[in-house]
């Protein structure tokens, strides 16, 4: 069981391209979101997904695409990157809503020149 | 939206005293109330929860008090241990699948 799984660990990318982070679980959770942190700023929702074929905006979505074709994955997609995106992200799953305690993965740190 | 404040942003305490960390909100319809310990360069755990129906809740030297009516609730972590030392976060369920963090309080427990 292992848990929420987050490819890649690291990654640089040149502002204007676009990437997709990914994000596996194998609990069955039904909740998965998306977050970025930054310093001084906790985690800031991206999006949140309540379950397959479900999605929805959180508090900063603005430059990012999820979508849920499976239970198991829930793919964040940045269309094309900016400096600003530079950040710490971290994707989350949770047996039924957000009011269960979250499980997270170990986050990609992402640098964006 | 839901607005979630933290305060202190630091602090620092010798071994085997108590740390306080306390959090107010601002959707009185919020109804999950996590906490999370977070270590340099890890993921973020969970460490104790509460539910709006409950007004303290606690395990082992960690305890989370609730007070709904003026939308606050707090840390407590008693007889603090260096290995506590980390950032903790608190958060809130807004909209019921919304959930906001507070900025963080780095704690550290001098030996």
């Known amino acids: 069981n292992a848990g929420v799984t987050q490819t890649p660990k690291f990654q640089v990318l040149k502002t204007g391209q676009s990437m997709t982070l990914q994000c596996a679980q194998d609990?069955?959770?039904?909740?998965m979101s998306w977050y970025r942190q930054d310093p001084g700023m906790g985690l800031r929702l991206i999006h949140y997904?309540?379950?397959?074929?479900?999605?929805d905006q959180g508090e900063v979505p603005n430059g990012y695409n999820v979508s849920r074709s499976t239970t198991e994955d829930f793919p964040l997609r940045l269309l094309s990157a900016a400096p600003s995106q530079t950040s710490v992200y971290f994707c989350?799953?949770?047996?039924?809503?957000?009011?269960?305690?979250?499980?997270f993965g170990d986050g990609t740190r992402l640098s964006i020149l | 939206g839901e607005n979630v404040e933290q305060h202190p942003s630091t602090l620092s305490v010798q071994e085997g005293d108590s740390a306080v960390i306390k959090c107010t909100y601002s959707?009185?319809?919020?109804?999950?109330f996590p906490w999370y310990k977070q270590e340099l360069g890890k993921r973020p755990q969970l460490i104790i929860d509460?539910?709006?129906?409950?007004g303290e809740k606690k395990d082992q030297r960690i305890a989370v008090t609730l007070n709904k009516t003026a939308k606050h609730f707090s840390l407590h972590i008693t007889e603090t241990q260096p290995e506590d030392s980390a950032v903790y976060f608190c958060?809130?369920?807004?909209?019921?699948?919304?959930?906001?963090f507070g900025a963080g309080t780095r704690l550290t427990v001098k030996p």
């Open positions: 989350a799953s949770s047996s039924a809503h957000s009011n269960q305690p979250q499980h």
């Open positions: 997904s309540v379950g397959a074929g479900i999605t």
């Open positions: 509460i539910r709006s129906n409950v």
């Open positions: 958060a809130a369920i807004w909209n019921n699948n919304d959930m906001r």
């Open positions: 609990m069955n959770h039904e909740y």
């Open positions: 959707d009185s319809a919020s109804n999950y």
